[in-house]
């Protein structure tokens, strides 16, 4: 995967938001999509998250996933300078849970659009399947590996219930 230029970039507003995000980029990996990583804030590094963004079309990038949590201002202010789609991943908070991050980012100004995913874990995976189908729409390889995924994941799913009790009475093994 390192000899050809990333496909997806997944920013971060901090160090802390690793925990989460790098399920995006696990779940991209195993889809085979380029992508790379950065902690970049829009309060504390607004040249950075200016540069990123100004440069992520011409740098090879097809799409930006930022999770960002309290304000929550990541991802608006990339959509905000950059055109290509940008998916955003609320952060679990401390404060309510992540209700504030995901009303943050689905609160944005007519124009400019971020495709807002759940809070936390479920978000960040479904982040990085989101932009696996939009990359899926002009490239074949990735549209089998995103077809597969999904198969392994349905065909993962038991069909029966399986019992993990000794007795009628539901006593544990």
Same mark, same amino acid.
């Given at each position: 995967m390192s000899d050809k230029r990333p496909l997806v970039g997944i920013i *971060?507003?901090?160090? #802390? +938001?690793? @925990?989460? *995000?790098?399920? #995006?980029? =696990?779940?991209l990996d195993k889809l085979m999509i380029t992508n790379e990583t950065l902690v970049v804030s829009a309060h504390r590094t607004p040249s950075r998250l200016t540069e990123y963004a100004t440069d992520a079309k011409k740098n090879g990038l097809k799409v930006i996933i930022a999770g960002a949590g309290m304000a929550a201002a990541l991802?608006?202010?990339? @959509? @905000?300078? &950059?055109?290509? !789609?940008?998916? $955003?991943?609320?952060m679990e908070g401390k404060v309510m849970? $992540?209700? +504030?991050?995901?009303?943050? *980012?689905?609160? *944005? !100004?007519? $124009?400019? !659009?971020? $495709?807002?995913?759940?809070?936390?874990?479920?978000? /960040?995976?479904?982040?990085?399947?989101? /932009?696996?189908?939009?990359?899926?729409?002009? +490239? !074949? &390889?990735?549209s089998r590996n995103l077809e597969k995924f999904r198969a392994n994941q349905?065909? #993962?799913?038991? =069909?029966?219930p399986q019992n993990q009790y000794d007795d009628k009475f539901g006593r544990p093994k």
């Open positions: *971060m507003g901090s160090q #802390s +938001d690793w @925990a989460t *995000m790098r399920h #995006s980029k =696990e779940t991802p608006g202010a990339t @959509a @905000a300078i &950059t055109p290509i !789609p940008v998916l $955003g991943v609320p849970g $992540g209700l +504030d991050s995901i009303l943050s *980012m689905v609160q *944005m !100004p007519a $124009g400019i !659009p971020v $495709g807002t995913l759940a809070v936390g874990r479920s978000g /960040a995976i479904n982040a990085a399947i989101m /932009a696996a189908s939009i990359l899926a729409l002009s +490239d !074949p &390889t990735i349905t065909a #993962s799913v038991i =069909e029966t």
